[in-house]
């Protein structure tokens, strides 16, 4: 034991400058992520409503009540549902437009680095930028879409897209599948190209069609890269947050209303910390249960 002990201080002492180089991002990592973590933890089961800071209950143990108040709450209730329709919206769109971009990407095309570089930039576009972009064309005065539309014979008048609440979802869903495909596409493009040619061929030899190829060759050999790409991909969407609030904070009537932006109204705009935390606690176990997933499948993968 003491023999373990003394070795262990020899590498200590011997590592130190090692130990120093790190020392910095390891604050960073405490400071940034650890400490708010468990801050907004002890927040969740609190009264802290900065409006009444004078009040007698304030900063005072709150149990529950804070998770109570906030799935009683209706608009909590309407942004689950709606979480949950953006993150089943996005995620199969995005999913099958990659697939197809990818398979059609992986062809010996005329072009193909264009289209790849093309097809990338939605992907390097902000997030803030894109959103005022698509602000403006959805614009009911000036966008774009409407003039195009009237003159066309499309529509018969301008429509407010985002102010409506028929159209408003649907027109932020189609800016984050617009931004989310090329990363989706790309890893479905690596895994693709790690299959040999040979395969295919001897495949078309023995009568299978494109189909059957497709769905007995390319997705059990790409189904776990593609896998792990969707659990990321899930985590992305679920947390989108600049698209939305940029475009409509959540509105019209909560209709974009997701976890993320409710939370960040009960902070921000209405100030209760106690129920915001909650909800970030709840949007957390979320990302948790989405995130052990993806390193499950990469250890299996491993």
Not at 165 to 185: E, H, N, R
Not at 267 to 281: C, D, K, P, Q, R
Request: proline share 4%; glycine share 4%; net charge positive.
């Amino acid at each position: 034991m003491q023999k373990k002990v003394k070795k262990r201080g020899l590498e200590l002492r011997k590592n130190w400058p090692g130990y120093l180089l790190i020392a910095p991002a390891v604050l960073a990592i405490l400071s940034l992520s650890i400490y708010p973590l468990f801050r907004g933890i002890y927040l969740s089961f609190v009264n802290y409503n900065l409006v009444r800071p004078n009040e007698a209950i304030f900063n005072t143990f709150a149990g529950l009540q804070n998770y109570v108040k906030i799935f009683t709450n209706a608009v909590f209730q309407q942004s689950v549902v709606n979480t949950v329709k953006w993150t089943v919206v996005n995620l199969v769109a995005q999913l099958i437009v990659a697939m197809l971009l990818a398979l059609a990407l992986n062809k010996k095309l005329k072009g193909r680095s264009l289209y790849r570089t093309l097809i990338l930039v939605p992907w390097a576009v902000p997030h803030a930028i894109a959103a005022m972009t698509f602000t403006f064309l959805y614009n009911a005065n000036v966008g774009i879409i409407n003039i195009l539309a009237v003159k066309l014979g499309m529509l018969t008048e301008s429509i407010s897209w985002l102010g409506s609440i028929d159209y408003a979802f649907w027109c932020v869903a189609l800016v984050a599948i617009w931004k989310g495909i090329p990363f989706q596409m790309i890893f479905i493009l690596a895994a693709l190209q790690g299959i040999p040619e040979s395969v295919y061929e001897s495949a078309e030899m023995d009568g299978a069609s494109r189909w059957q190829s497709f769905w007995r060759i390319t997705l059990p050999i790409i189904k776990e890269p593609l896998a792990i790409a969707t659990i990321l991909n899930l985590i992305g969407i679920v947390s989108c947050f600049n698209t939305i609030w940029l475009m409509t904070e959540g509105g019209p009537l909560y209709s974009t209303e997701i976890l993320y932006t409710f939370a960040y109204r009960e902070a921000f705009i209405n100030h209760n910390f106690g129920t915001a935390a909650a909800a970030s606690v709840i949007l957390f176990l979320f990302m948790a249960l989405f995130s052990w997933i993806y390193l499950r499948m990469v250890r299996e993968k491993e």
